[in-house]
C-alpha cells in the first residue's frame, strides 16, 4: 500500500509542476520575504513623487493583512512583534496618504514602537533608510569612511575584503552616509513622536574597532594626492562600481535593497528623479512584483533559476527522463542562463573561468556556488547526448572547484571573504552582511554533488580537505548549522548527505552521531519542524509542529544512511503523504534566511521540491 501511496504522491506533485511551468521553462514561484520591500517601496514611490495609486493602495492592504493583534508585525508565525518591520510598516501606511496617525491601527503600531525602545532600537538599515529620507539625522561618523574604496586589494583591510551582497549595498551607503543626504517631500510624515531619546548614532564602537579602525585610517592617509582630490576620486570610484553593476533590468545586480540604496544615491550625486537610470531601476523593482493571495508583493529578488533548478533536478530524481518536454524545456532554460561574464568572484578567484549560474532569472555577474551545483545536477544526465551540455558542464564543474575557500569548505558567493577583522566592525550583523565563510550546507552539497554527479574520487584533494572541514565544523549534539536554510535540520540534512555521497561510511562516528540527533528530534506525528528561533539562538530550537519541508529533509538525511526502511523513516513518509496539499501557517513558514533575527524567506517551491525528492529517493532505495 505504501508503495502505490508514494507512486501517486509523486504523481500529484509532478502534475502540479507541469501546470506551474511557464512558457519559457522555468517555474517562477514566489521568493517572500515578508512585508520590509512592500513598505521601502511605498517610501520609494512617494518620495520618488511616483504615485502609482493602484500599486501602492494594494501594497498597503498587504501590508495591513499581516499586522498582529497588539500592533505589531511578526517575521515569522512563533515569533514575537519585532520593531524594524512594524516602524518601516507605521511610515509607510502613512506615507502612502492613505492612513491617519489617528487611525486605530496606526495608533496601535505607534505604541508597539514605543513600548519596544522606538526609533533607536530598530536596526541599522532602518535607521539608515529613515535618514535618507529625512527621518533622523545622519550621524557625524559612519564606521567605514568612502575612502576605503581605493586602498588597494594588497591591503590587510580593503573594499573586496567584503563578500559581493555586502559591497553592493555598502557603496551606496557609503556615498549617503558621507553626504548626509536627506530626502524629504511635502507628504513626508513626521516620526519625531518615535525618537525616545535624541541619538542618531547607528552604531556602537568598540575598543579594537577604534585601534583597527586607525590603522585603515593610516592607510587612506598614504593615499597619494590632496585629501579633496583622493575625496573626489572615491566619490567617482563608488559611483562607478554601482554604475558598472546595474543588471540589464535596471537593478543594482537583482537585489531590491542594493537597488533602493543606489536610487538615492545617485540622487545625492546630482541625478533627478527622472534619470533614466533612476526611472529603469525602479521599472526593475516594479518587475520583481509577484501576486499572493491576491495583493501584490515585491520580491527581494526572483529565485527563478534557483527554483527551475531544483525542481528539475527532482523530477529526474522521480524518474522523468531528459527527453521529457517539461525537463527538456527547463534544461534549455538553465542552459541559458550560465554565465559568461567575469564578476567580482575574480578578484579572489583570478585564474578561474566564468561557468557558474546566479540565483535570479536576470544574474549575468554574480554567480554563487550553491545555484551552480543546482543547475548542474539538473543538466547532468543530458551531458553524454548533447555537445552543447558537455560544454557547459566543464564550466561549470571546473568553477565550483575554482571557488573552494583555502580551508577546505564552500562559500557562496566568493572565496576566501571571511577575515576576522570583520567582527570588529560596529555594524548590526555584519557577519551575515559582510562575511561570505564556508558554511556546511554549502559545503554539503556540493560534496554531494562531486560525489554523485562527476568522476572525482574520495581522495582527490578537494574532496578530502572538504570533509575534513566538514567533520570539524559539526556541533556537540551532532548537528550542522546550515547559513542559508532555516536551519540545523537543512544543514545536517546537506552536510550528511554529502558525507555519504563522498565515500564517509553510515557507521562512522560523524554521520551515527548525526543521525541520533535527527531520530531524537522527531514529533510524534512522524514529522519534523524546526523554528526559526534556531539561527537567533545559535542552537537547535523546535516548532513543536511539524512541516512538509523540514520533514522532507529529515527524511532524505535517514534515506541515505539505512539500506532499509526504518520506522524514524517510514513515519516521516507517511507524515508527507498525509500532509501534502497541507494549507495552513505551516506551509508559509520560512524555510530560508539571509540575515539571523531579521531576514526569512519563504520559498513557495519548496514544498514540492523537497517532499517530492524524499518521496523519490525512498522509492529508488527501497523498491
Known amino acids: 500500500m505504501l508503495k502505490i501511496d508514494i507512486s501517486e504522491g509523486i504523481d500529484q506533485i509532478i502534475e502540479k509542476l507541469r501546470r506551474d511551468q511557464t512558457p519559457n521553462g522555468s517555474w517562477a514561484y514566489p521568493f517572500e520575504t515578508g512585508i520590509s520591500t512592500d513598505s521601502y517601496m511605498i517610501i520609494l514611490l512617494r518620495a520618488l513623487e511616483i504615485n502609482d495609486e493602484k500599486l501602492i493602495y494594494q501594497l498597503t492592504e498587504r501590508i495591513l493583512s499581516r499586522q498582529e493583534k497588539d500592533g505589531g508585525w511578526k517575521l515569522y508565525h512563533d515569533g514575537d512583534g519585532n520593531i524594524s518591520i512594524t516602524l518601516e510598516a507605521y511610515y509607510a501606511l502613512l506615507y502612502s496618504g492613505y492612513y491617519l496617525k489617528s487611525d486605530e491601527r496606526m495608533r496601535a503600531a505607534r505604541q508597539f514602537i514605543l513600548n519596544k525602545g522606538g526609533i533607536e532600537k530598530s536596526h541599522m538599515f532602518t535607521k539608515i533608510m529613515l535618514a535618507i529620507t529625512g527621518q533622523i539625522k545622519w550621524p557625524l561618523f559612519f564606521p567605514i569612511q568612502l575612502e576605503l574604496i581605493l586602498l588597494p586589494i594588497s591591503f590587510p583591510i580593503n573594499f573586496y575584503s567584503f563578500s559581493e551582497p555586502g559591497r553592493v549595498n555598502m557603496a551606496p551607503i557609503m556615498l549617503l552616509a558621507d553626504r548626509k543626504f536627506r530626502l524629504k517631500t511635502k507628504n513626508s510624515p513626521n516620526l519625531s513622536e518615535l525618537k525616545v531619546r535624541e541619538d542618531n548614532e547607528f552604531v556602537r564602537e568598540s575598543a579594537e574597532w577604534r585601534s583597527f579602525y586607525s590603522s585603515i585610517k593610516n592607510g587612506i592617509d598614504c593615499l597619494i594626492g590632496l585629501p579633496s582630490h583622493i575625496h573626489k576620486q572615491a566619490t567617482e570610484q563608488a559611483k562607478h562600481y554601482m554604475l558598472a553593476r546595474i543588471e540589464k533590468d535596471g537593478t543594482l545586480h537583482g537585489y531590491f535593497s542594493s537597488t533602493f540604496l543606489m536610487i538615492f544615491a545617485l540622487l545625492s550625486l546630482g541625478y533627478s528623479k527622472t534619470h533614466p537610470i533612476i526611472i529603469n531601476a525602479v521599472k526593475g523593482l516594479m518587475d520583481m512584483k509577484c501576486e499572493i493571495n491576491g495583493l501584490p508583493h515585491m520580491q527581494y529578488t526572483t529565485a527563478t533559476v534557483w527554483n527551475t533548478s531544483l525542481i528539475n533536478y527532482a523530477l529526474q530524481e522521480a524518474g522523468l527522463p531528459p527527453s521529457d518536454p517539461m525537463v527538456k524545456k527547463a534544461n534549455q532554460y538553465l542552459l541559458k542562463r550560465q554565465h559568461f561574464k567575469y564578476g567580482d568572484w575574480i578578484i579572489h578567484n583570478p585564474k578561474a573561468f566564468p561557468g557558474g549560474w546566479g540565483f535570479a532569472d536576470i544574474n549575468t555577474i554574480n554567480p554563487d556556488v550553491d545555484d551552480t551545483t543546482a543547475s548542474l545536477r539538473s543538466i547532468a544526465r543530458s551531458v553524454q547526448q548533447d555537445p552543447n551540455f558537455f560544454q557547459s558542464w566543464e564550466r561549470g564543474v571546473q568553477w565550483v572547484l575554482s571557488m573552494q575557500n583555502n580551508d577546505g569548505g564552500w562559500p557562496a558567493f566568493e572565496k576566501n571573504t571571511d577575515s576576522n577583522w570583520i567582527k570588529l566592525i560596529p555594524i548590526e550583523k555584519a557577519n551575515y552582511i559582510l562575511s561570505d565563510p564556508s558554511t556546511a550546507d554549502l559545503t554539503g552539497r556540493t560534496l554531494e554533488f562531486l560525489g554523485n554527479y562527476t568522476n572525482l574520487l574520495k581522495e582527490h584533494p578537494s574532496i578530502k580537505s572538504a570533509v575534513h572541514w566538514l567533520m570539524n565544523d559539526q556541533k556537540n549534539d551532532g548537528s550542522w548549522y546550515g547559513r542559508w536554510g532555516n536551519c540545523y535540520i537543512y544543514g545536517t540534512w546537506?552536510?550528511?548527505?554529502?558525507?555519504?555521497?563522498?565515500?564517509?561510511?553510515?557507521?562512522?562516528?560523524?554521520?551515527?552521531?548525526?543521525?541520533?540527533?535527527?531520530?531524537?528530534?522527531?514529533?510524534?506525528?512522524?514529522?519534523?519542524?524546526?523554528?526559526?528561533?534556531?539561527?537567533?539562538?545559535?542552537?537547535?530550537?523546535?516548532?513543536?509542529?511539524?512541516?512538509?519541508?523540514?520533514?522532507?529533509?529529515?527524511?532524505?538525511?535517514?534515506?541515505?544512511?539505512?539500506?532499509?526502511?526504518?520506522?524514524?523513516?517510514?513515519?516521516?513518509?507517511?507524515?508527507?503523504?498525509?500532509?501534502?496539499?497541507?494549507?495552513?501557517?505551516?506551509?508559509?513558514?520560512?524555510?530560508?534566511?539571509?540575515?539571523?533575527?531579521?531576514?526569512?524567506?519563504?520559498?513557495?517551491?519548496?514544498r514540492y521540491i523537497f517532499p517530492l525528492l524524499a518521496l523519490a529517493h525512498y522509492k529508488n532505495t527501497y523498491f
Not at 539562538?537 to 511539524?546: D, M, Q
Request: aromatic content about 10%; some cysteine; glycine content about 8%.
Open 494 to 606: 546537506a552536510a550528511v548527505t554529502g558525507l555519504i555521497a563522498t565515500g564517509t561510511l553510515s557507521t562512522h562516528q560523524t554521520v551515527s552521531k548525526a543521525v541520533k540527533w535527527m531520530k531524537e528530534i522527531q514529533n510524534h506525528d512522524g514529522g519534523w519542524g524546526e523554528s526559526c528561533k534556531s539561527d537567533e539562538n545559535g542552537k537547535y530550537i523546535p516548532l513543536n509542529t511539524s512541516t512538509l519541508t523540514d520533514t522532507a529533509w529529515a527524511v532524505d538525511t535517514l534515506i541515505s544512511v539505512s539500506d532499509q526502511p526504518t520506522k524514524e523513516i517510514n513515519s516521516g513518509i507517511k507524515f508527507i503523504l498525509n500532509n501534502i496539499n497541507i494549507e495552513d501557517w505551516t506551509s508559509e513558514y520560512p524555510k530560508g534566511q539571509g540575515m539571523a533575527g531579521d531576514f526569512y524567506i519563504h520559498y513557495h517551491s519548496y
